[in-house]
């Protein structure tokens, strides 16, 4: 069971398997959510996953015209969970809020034309400059 909680514990996700995909997303959105330069997810099944406790959603149009979803814990404000409808089979999770923390590979880098200037990218992954969707 892989687990993953925002810092106050009040809004949590549960997996019954390992991460899929992970990436790491320079949008700007995920940015305004996180006050992050830029945020690492790991993707999971969505049929394997559940959330629990109250959370607020924030949603965008990305580029690609799919909508995407970022849910927000309620009381203490972090993101937790990153949904998008060109996807609807993976949901995302902030790496960072996995405990105990699992081990991050990204093979993808995505957003890369919106990172904040100098990041610096690194060699052998994957770029999206619009995202994947
Ligand atoms: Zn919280
Ligand atoms: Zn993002």
């Known amino acids: 069971m892989i687990q993953a909680r925002c ?3 009040t809004f949590r996700f549960e997996s019954t398997s390992a991460p899929i995909l992970q990436l790491v997303c320079h949008c700007t959105q995920c940015r305004e ?3 992050q330069p ?3 997810f790991s993707f999971f099944k969505v049929r394997d996953t559940q959330t629990q406790g109250e959370h607020r959603t924030v949603e965008f149009t990305a580029d690609t015209g799919a909508r995407t979803v970022r849910e927000v814990c309620t009381s ?3 993101m937790l969970i990153d949904r998008t409808d060109g996807f609807p089979k993976v949901v995302g999770v902030v790496h ?3 405990a105990p923390a699992l081990p991050f590979q990204p093979a ?3 957003w890369t034309d919106s990172r904040v200037p100098e990041t610096v990218l690194p060699e052998g992954v994957t770029l999206f400059p619009k ?3």
């Open 7 to 9: 810092r106050c514990g």
């Open 96 to 98: 960072g809020r996995i």
């Open 131 to 133: 995202g994947a969707a």
């Open 33 to 35: 959510v996180s006050g």
């Open 76 to 78: 203490c404000g972090d």
């Open 38 to 40: 830029f945020t690492a």
């Open 108 to 110: 993808h880098h995505v």
